[in-house]
């Protein structure tokens, strides 16, 4: 239990004998989307809660990219697999009356952490009014960052799938890449591959090409807004061989029967039927 | 031609003549995503990204928005309809070496005005390299707002759908609506219906009925993070009786087979499979 966590003191004294009460402050979970990795793509919220919070919580990678807002507090750093354990960590800390801030990159409502922690606040009969107080700060996703750096993938329908059969079974995953592919959606790849496992993605393609043409545009997205940021622009044909590409904080765009590369940009148009309407003289 | 576009003037003296030569800055047209409506969930970026600019263009709506950050900037506001000719004239003004900002709510990536400047560029041979300079800077865009504001749909995979057949025929649309309900996505619904014409949501909701229980999960959220902010969280069932929430700032999530409602708030599990590993004793 951490002191700040004590709102005030009660001392009753009632027949000799005194009565100490600590009354705790009502705790907060901030779930914060701190953007894709550079802080000038993290909302001002983001900033305000980390800044509000005694408690910092979260993977340690994430950690990192917010160093200069941590001085001073309580941060509890976790490694990669330990996401329940985090959660666990965070709610308690709450619990305990703490304004605690859970980081993550991008946006932790996009498969994110807060679906764990709203899970595990749903086990133990927590409810809105009299549990702690809980937001999710929303962020800047790698849907949103990657489109962004590419072109404008995104102007139409898309879908969003995860290669990571690690929770949800592989022959889910395909039928929701069949029905993507059939829909002629755009469609945006979380999780694509690590350097060694990329069955998920050659199935994927296998399945686009029954749809859609081999010169169809593809992108690959690696570390968005970072360092270590790369891209290329290929095609549903050709995309198996930027393997180098792929892995944990790499994302891939399908493009639609529509999209277009334009001088190595992704473009989809947005619908509009006359080519000669688009420019018009302003001046 | 704003006189801040001219970077610096040669005067060139040959046989007794002179000649002055305007050298122009290079333009820079940021293409700015402010969010869903309130500073708080506005990027450091897009702030930047305005301060730095001379001219801000857009929507009249999303330059109130920012009317604290334009003090001083030459502004063009502009009504709904007249998309292309934003487009157009940030653009051209970009052209002249001036720097601008073309502002919307969301993310200018998502179903945004990033794809007209995209489109309009292609048609006149823009060329990174030598023409103007070009910034989407991404933002929360209604997808993100409204997963954080409901809970946690969003932590599977999902398809976004816009109901809107202004651009696109309305077949194509419902082609993309049975797709997303034979896959089992969670399903966002963008420009769901005005309050006159709401058959695209009725059809859309026939057809998942003909996938997923009366009683699957169904989120309406109006005006996230702005003043007008409605949520409910319904059922696949009842969804058309709550009319008075949809309009052109009302987004709609449909869950999947496993989504479910704790306490009004709608939430995804991530697919753990024991239930009995989720609290974890962490002290």
Redesign the interface.
Known sequence: MVLKSISFVLIINYNKMSFMILVMRRGKLFVVGI?PGR???????A??AIEESDIVVGYDTYISLVEDLIAGKLVYRYAMTQE??RA??AI?LAEEGNIVSLVSSG?P????M???????L???GW??ENGIYLE??????SL??C???I??P?????????MSDL??PWD??I??V???A????VTVIYNPASKKRVHQLEDTREIFLKYRNPSTPVAIVKGAYRESQEQVLTTLDQMLEHKDLLGMITTVIIGNSATFN????M??????KS?Y???????
């Not at 309407?277 to 001046?283: A, D, F, S, T």
Request: proline letters at 2%; one cysteine or more.
């Open positions: 953007g802080h000038e793509h993290m909302t001002f919220r900033k305000q329940v354990e666990n960590q308690s946006d409502g996009i498969y994110g807060v679906g764990l922690i709203y899970e595990i749903a086990d133990k409810d809105k999710c700060v929303p962020g800047v996703s949103n960052s489109a962004a750096l072109g404008s995104l102007m139409t329908d898309f879908a969003v799938v995860s929770l949800v889910m995953i039928k929701r069949e029905a993507a059939q829909g002629d959606y334009y001088k190595g940009m473009i989809n148009p947005r619908g509009y080519k309407e688009l420019i018009k003289n302003v001046h």
